[in-house]
């Protein structure tokens, strides 16, 4: 499980907010897919099949802000 935070301040006109994302740092495979760019092919009699991954991004905090008008 990933985990967020927010601290957010705000007036009528404008909000700030601190925040931090995969608070944890957590390493997660967020998916799997074939590579189907060379499905198929012969290379040296060795029939290739690719996987890739894609994972979860790591700890990022920041600041947000936004402006109303």
Same mark, same amino acid.
């Given at each position: @499980? @990933?985990?967020r935070a927010a601290a957010t301040y705000s007036t009528d006109v404008w909000e700030v907010s601190l925040f931090a994302n995969n608070i944890f740092d957590k390493y997660a495979i967020t +998916?799997?897919?074939n590579d189907l760019t /060379? /499905? +198929?092919q012969i290379n040296d009699g060795i029939i290739y099949r690719g996987y890739a991954q894609s994972v979860a991004q790591p700890r990022t905090i +920041?600041?947000?802000s936004r402006i109303r008008f």
């Open positions: @499980m @990933m985990h +998916g799997v897919s /060379r /499905r +198929g +920041g600041i947000e």
